[in-house]
């Protein structure tokens, strides 16, 4: 059974800083990686999609990097803003013996980050 | 583009009662997923409907079902509400089943009283 864990839980920094978001999972026969953000009260937006077979991703101040031999992603964010408060959830589909997604995404429990002015 | 609607936003239920909650994804997507969100579990999948049929199924009990229509648009339902099933319901959206990019709604916010 995946298991998903987002470390830390909670993160605190001052704006300008850059930061980095680590997500382990323990089956690494992964289908893709999603990171999402998540405001409160709202519902997930999308922020990157790595393929099984890369290494990385990047959209703006945002890159997301993928070892799936050891079961690890993490997500940079460059140059913090106060806006980029929010949790981030990161969510990985599974690999069926037959080499075909299982379908589902199995997300951690998510970092709660604060960026401070 | 109009992104994944979600209605209704808030409801109040209680026990015993039954809820059905619609979702219209993104144009030209047909896959649609539900997930339940709540403190305690976090993130949790419900089931996936692909051109109107069910291709993949969470560990819910069977007071949870759901379908999907020609247009894509999925409804989710809940027989005899429990205290437990308050939580944020979330549908997502992707073009393929089982592999694409998902994009998530607003979602569903119910309270079972």
């Known amino acids: 059974k995946q298991e998903v864990t987002q470390i830390p839980a909670a993160l605190s920094v001052p704006e300008g800083e850059n930061l980095v978001l680590n997500c382990s999972f323990t089956?690494?026969?992964?289908?893709?990686l999603q990171w999402f953000r998540q405001d409160p009260g709202k519902g997930l937006t999308s922020l990157l999609l790595i393929q099984s077979s890369q290494r990385e991703q990047t959209s703006g101040r945002l890159n997301a990097s993928l070892d799936k031999s050891s079961g690890r992603s993490t997500l940079y964010i460059a140059a913090s803003q106060p806006g980029d408060s929010a949790t981030y959830l990161c969510a990985v589909r599974g690999l069926n013996a037959g080499g075909t997604s299982y379908g589902k995404l199995t997300f951690g429990q998510g970092t709660i980050l604060t960026v401070h002015p | 583009k109009a992104g994944v609607t979600q209605t209704p936003r808030y409801l109040i239920k209680t026990r015993g009662q039954q809820v059905t909650l619609s979702c219209s994804p993104i144009?030209?997507?047909?896959?649609v997923s539900w997930y339940q969100q709540t403190p305690g579990q976090g993130l949790q999948f419900l089931f996936e409907y692909f051109s109107e049929t069910q291709r993949n199924k969470g560990n819910f009990p069977g007071r949870f079902s759901g379908r999907q229509f020609s247009n894509s648009r999925s409804e989710m339902n809940v027989s005899t509400l429990e205290l437990g099933d308050s939580a944020l319901y979330l549908c997502?959206?992707?073009?393929?089943?089982?592999?694409?990019?998902?994009?998530f709604g607003e979602g569903s916010r119910l309270t079972v009283l």
């Open positions: 144009s030209g997507h047909r896959s």
């Open positions: 997502a959206s992707s073009l393929r089943t089982g592999t694409g990019e998902l994009f």
């Open positions: 089956d690494s026969a992964i289908y893709n």
